[in-house]
């Protein structure tokens, strides 16, 4: 089975990007964190770290495709295969919708790479492999998916998606937010939401290309709105539910394999994760929003995971 590996990335400290966002977008847009705001552009190197860690630990892969608008991280060391892949590849035929600063629409079309295997996984750059794993790690003999997700109600996230409030004037974007609407999309009649881990997320080429064939109108739904919209839907979630209601989608729980850290912690709460991350116990790891961390505690998780990889 070839199994490629896709990667979203932006340097959100490049002058000409950043002054893109600003062209396209306005000023109060920066403030909200869930729609344009510097975090979601950030870039402290982490790529370095996702390459490194699929080098390593997953030496299996075919090709590893960098997802960018312009951009070229420069990773000089990589015995798997890099291609840079510019958003104006993907969104051939859609250019109008193009700059696109939001992560759910470039999700949309990352199916469009030339050359792409049927087999592969979609990480995002602050994700990171903590072991070995295999190709059963990620897809089952018969060629299904492996979904590392947690269940969760669906009735409670339609109930939170109303009570969410509003936040200088606008609804806020959440992430079960867009798996209710992707579970609207798949027409789930399943009492749970598989809310997904920051894991890498194996996926199937074809069965995008065959979804969005037959409903054209759900690519520009997603790929229309430059920065996150309460629209959007996320779109491994459908994946996942569409192919689940067939049978054909292995879930596996993320608590089992994924190291997680939000910025902003207390120190004994860092402390003991870390602790967990040095132990092994993990097969994943993903330092969600490092630039929002205290300089040591940036300095510690820098530290821990160069010791892993090296």
């Known amino acids: 089975m070839k199994i490629d590996a896709v990667i979203l990335w932006v340097d959100g400290n490049d002058p000409v990007l950043r002054a893109r966002r600003h062209e396209y977008a306005p000023e109060s847009a920066f403030r909200h964190s869930d729609v344009a705001g510097d975090t979601r552009f950030a870039n402290l190197g982490e790529i370095y770290w996702c390459v490194k860690s699929l080098n390593r630990f997953a030496p299996f892969l075919n090709k590893i495709y960098i997802v960018t608008d312009g951009q070229d991280p420069h990773i000089e060391e990589s015995s798997i295969p890099i291609e840079i892949v510019d958003h104006k590849t993907i969104f051939r035929g859609y250019e109008q919708y193009l700059p696109v600063f939001n992560s759910t629409a470039i999700e949309t079309m990352i199916w469009r790479i030339p050359g792409l295997s049927e087999h592969f996984l979609l990480l995002n750059d602050d994700f990171s492999l903590l072991k070995p794993v295999g190709p059963e790690d990620f897809f089952t003999a018969e060629g299904n998916p492996v979904c590392y997700a947690d269940k969760f109600s669906l009735l409670w996230a339609r109930i939170l998606r109303v009570l969410k409030p509003h936040k200088d004037g606008h609804k ?21 939401l598989l809310y997904l881990g920051h894991t890498p997320r194996a996926l199937l080429r074809s069965e995008f290309e065959s979804f969005f064939a037959a409903h054209p109108e ?59 991350l040095k132990a092994g116990q993990f097969k994943f790891c993903c330092f969600n929003s490092l630039d929002q961390a205290s300089e040591s505690d940036r300095q510690l998780v820098i530290d821990t995971i160069t010791a892993i990889l090296s």
Do not use: H
């Open 172 to 192: 806020v974007v959440t992430f079960k937010g867009k798996m209710v609407n992707a579970a609207d999309i798949a027409g789930w009649k399943g009492w749970y």
């Open 218 to 276: 759900c690519i520009v739904r997603n790929i229309s709105s430059r920065f996150r919209a309460v629209t959007d839907f996320q779109n491994q979630e459908l994946q996942y539910l569409l192919l689940l209601k067939q049978g054909r989608c292995k879930v596996v729980p993320t608590r089992e394999v994924l190291f997680y850290m939000e910025p902003k912690a207390k120190p004994a709460y860092i402390e003991r994760k870390i602790a967990a």
